[in-house]
């Protein structure tokens, strides 16, 4: 198994950009899609990206999604902060057998 | 639209089992995979396995084998989660989540059901 290592929070203020990473420890991170998941307090993940830069209808542009293969990782970009994007962020992948979530990012919008 | 309900919070005592409902609606129950995830007090997602509802065949995370088993009854589009052998550690909210693909993603989550394992 791989796994998926994400910082544990960010914080920035509203209006500004963030961008949280998520880097595979084995195999390539362009082999299988990444998706990112947001998770307010008390309630369920909804998706935000899906298959690396992908965004379901509903979800805002200010969110965006990419891979570098460089790094072997993915990234999650929030762009004009609102203080609504306050969650916690999960980025998932998967291989042949299994689904893996990384550790989960606490964003703070102060 | 899609729903997926789960069944209500559960109190067991170490050693006893859970088993968690997952009733889904809105949707072809047999054309979508279903996912459990848990995640602890405090603490990040964990993916416990995958059932495919249209032939009941399924694939677990390697931790869990052994005391998780997954089932569905297509009559009632519900997808059951049984854990044996609990113990304070398996303390969670229990998430069912439907995917399109083999392993791939989730679209829509069930609300969640919460597991205390205690004394």
């Known amino acids: 198994n791989f796994m998926l290592t994400q910082p544990h929070s960010v914080s920035e203020s509203p209006g500004k950009t963030v961008t949280i990473s998520c880097t595979r420890s084995?195999?390539?991170?362009?082999?299988?899609?990444v998706q990112w998941y947001q998770q307010r307090p008390g309630s369920a993940p909804t998706t935000v990206i899906y298959?690396?830069?992908?965004?379901p209808s509903g979800v805002p542009d200010r969110f965006s999604g990419s891979i570098d293969s460089s790094s072997n990782s993915a990234s999650l970009t929030i762009s004009g902060l609102k203080t609504e994007d306050e969650a916690d962020y999960y980025c998932?992948?998967?291989?042949?057998?299994?689904?893996?979530f990384g550790g989960g990012t606490k964003l703070t919008v102060l | 639209q899609v729903q997926l309900v789960q069944s209500g919070a559960e109190v067991k005592k170490p050693g006893a089992s859970v088993k968690v409902s997952c009733k889904a609606s809105?949707?072809?129950?047999?054309?979508?995979?279903i996912h459990w995830v848990r995640q602890a007090p405090g603490q990040g997602l964990e993916w416990m396995g995958i059932?495919?509802?249209?032939?009941?065949?399924?694939t677990y995370a390697q931790k869990f084998q052994g005391r998780l088993t997954m089932t569905r009854d297509t009559s009632t589009s519900t997808v059951y989660m049984e854990l044996n052998s609990l113990r304070s550690e398996d303390t969670a909210v229990y998430y069912c989540?439907?995917?399109?693909?083999?392993?791939?993603?989730?679209?829509?989550w069930g609300q969640g059901t919460l597991v205390t394992v205690s004394s």
């Open positions: 989540a439907r995917g399109e693909r083999w392993l791939r993603a989730v679209d829509y």
């Open positions: 809105g949707y072809t129950f047999t054309n979508y995979y």
């Open positions: 059932i495919n509802p249209s032939g009941g065949s399924t």
């Open positions: 084995s195999g390539s991170i362009a082999s299988n899609y």
């Open positions: 298959e690396d830069n992908q965004r």
């Open positions: 998932q992948s998967y291989d042949s057998s299994n689904m893996v």
